[in-house]
């Protein structure tokens, strides 16, 4: 598909390939998890987490891996990380930082649990743009030569937090339609990441790289 070798138009595709996903299922966070009182309490907001993610994330891990095959040949284990990083990301994300304010705030699970009556959301998609960032690391590397391997794989990183932060930002404005407010969070992510692929410096690099794999197989 020679449509997806110009920048903006696989920054379009891009895009689409986040919304969709999100638009099927809605994403968890914005779904109202209940309070926190005790340990176990944690389990009962993230079994109801568990389907939607795993759903997101094989939806989105198939987009991208057509998108990322058909124009850099990237491996198979683009797939397998984005399946692993969008379907567990966001849980281990949750189940982290709850655990460490009950740490830092032990009281609070034994006194109506006030700091958890909301599991910080903000924080966990910051978390979850980071773990997807650094899975998906070493495969964007392998897209650049010399130091620009680096510096791209960290750009990458970089752009998943912004991403995951800001689509944060972007859903909340929409209270109360969670429909809405996943389609928002998918998109947003799918802008901010795809803005990767507009920006990135040295094109000839990237083709050179892809020729040099192609030979190789």
């Known amino acids: 598909m020679k449509i997806l070798k110009n920048r903006l138009f696989f920054w379009v595709f891009w895009i689409f390939c986040l919304g969709i996903p999100f638009v099927i299922t809605i994403f968890p966070f914005f779904k109202k998890p209940g309070s926190i009182q005790a340990w176990s309490d944690i389990w009962s907001i993230v079994t109801p987490m568990i389907l939607p993610a795993l759903i997101i994330g094989l939806i989105t891990a198939s987009f991208q891996y057509i998108l990322m ?63 997807i960032g650094i899975l998906q690391y070493s495969e964007i590397k392998i897209l650049f030569t010399g130091k620009a391997k680096k510096t791209g794989g960290l750009l990458w990183v970089f752009l998943s937090v912004l991403a995951w932060s800001l689509s944060f930002a972007v859903g909340s404005v929409w209270q109360g339609q969670p429909r809405l407010q996943s389609m928002l969070v998918g998109i947003t992510i799918g802008f901010i990441s795809g803005l990767f692929f507009v920006i990135i410096g040295n094109e000839n690099q990237i083709k050179e790289e892809r020729r040099r794999r192609d030979s190789n197989s």
């Open 69 to 131: 095959k058909i124009r850099f040949s990237i491996s198979p284990r683009w797939f397998f990380l984005t399946l692993v990083g969008y379907s567990l990301g966001p849980i281990f994300s949750v189940i982290l930082i709850i655990s460490l304010l009950g740490i830092v705030y032990p009281k609070t699970l034994s006194t109506g649990g006030e700091y958890f009556q909301l599991f910080p959301t903000a924080l966990a998609m910051v978390l979850s743009g980071f773990v």
